[in-house]
């Protein structure tokens, strides 16, 4: 049995009426569908369907499920298809979570991953600390990171170790980082031999340039600033077959990180506060001055 999967990823401008973001996702995701009927899973971007509060962008988080994701697992179920819909603020206890949810074909909520590394220190949600896959029947097995976590391979890798041939990557970026990001992609993509998928939300201050990677780095699909319904079609066996033979069949590099006479002792993983990159660092916090870079 063939282990593909049909994607489609759903890059949208953001309003401030969520209502009508609401009813764009669906109405999008509906025709999608319709158009498209080998698609198996449909994604769309971070916080894409998140209304901020005011003044407190945290004023609207809520326990998950709510009645926001009740309806998505229904459209979910309609759609007979897989579903996730960006992120969410997720309260829990007196805590606030940026969170993403996973529905399957049936409607049912299958997966929440709490973005592990908010982007500090402009975005003071929790930190997540569990690492989320999820398994398509037969198919394959996927794994989620949100916006910021790009910059950090640990957890790329992290998800590909524990079986992830595709990284579903919702993001919202509008800051000049941006190129950094699709950069960042596409060398997550080559280190770990698994597909990055990324839809970026455009909100009114900018954003799209989504970007899909294969595990050899090739780019699938890159869009620009305006609203797209990207759509493609993944491979699991692929997948298999790169980390197998190698990337371009020369590199084959999960077996000597699993051959290596280091067997994953890497000293910064085994002693990480005692590294002298640290030692020179200050707090984490919004700088008052681009000289004080030491305080």
């Not at 929790?126 to 989620?144: K, N």
């Not at 197998?244 to 994953?264: E, F, M, T």
Request: with cysteine; hydrophobic share 40%.
């Amino acid at each position: 049995m063939s282990r593909k999967l049909g994607v489609a990823g759903l890059q949208l401008l953001k309003s401030e009426d969520g209502k009508a973001n609401l009813e764009k996702f669906e109405r999008v995701a509906r025709k999608t569908k319709a158009s498209f009927p080998w698609i198996d899973l449909i994604f769309t971007g971070e916080f894409y369907l998140q209304q901020y509060g005011k003044p407190d962008w945290k004023d609207t988080a809520e326990p998950i499920p709510n009645q926001l994701t009740d309806s998505l697992g229904e459209l979910a179920k309609k759609l007979k298809c897989w579903l996730v819909p960006g992120s969410f603020l997720e309260k829990v206890d007196s805590e606030v979570f940026n969170t993403a949810v996973v529905f399957n074909p049936e409607g049912k909520l299958v997966a929440k991953y709490r973005k592990i590394f908010p982007w500090m220190p402009f975005e003071d949600t929790a930190w997540g600390t569990d690492f989320v896959t999820f398994d398509i029947p037969e198919i394959g097995r996927i794994g989620i990171i949100i916006c910021y976590d790009v910059w950090f391979p640990e957890l790329l890798r992290t998800l590909a170790w524990k079986g992830a041939g595709v990284i579903l990557y919702p993001s919202l970026t509008y800051t000049s980082d941006r190129q950094a990001e699709l950069i960042l992609a596409q060398a997550q993509a080559i280190m770990h031999q698994c597909y990055v998928l990324n839809v970026n939300t455009i909100s009114l201050q900018g954003g799209g340039e989504s970007i899909w990677v294969d595990p050899e780095g090739h780019i699938l699909e890159k869009t620009g600033t305006h609203e797209a319904i990207i759509t493609n079609v993944i491979d699991f066996d692929m997948v298999d077959w790169i980390r197998q033979n190698g990337s371009i069949g020369l590199d084959q590099v999960w077996k000597s990180l699993r051959d290596s006479p280091l067997k994953g002792k890497f000293p910064p993983y085994e002693n990480l506060a005692e590294g002298e990159v640290f030692k020179k660092l200050g707090k984490l916090k919004a700088q008052k001055s681009v000289r004080d870079w030491n305080e």
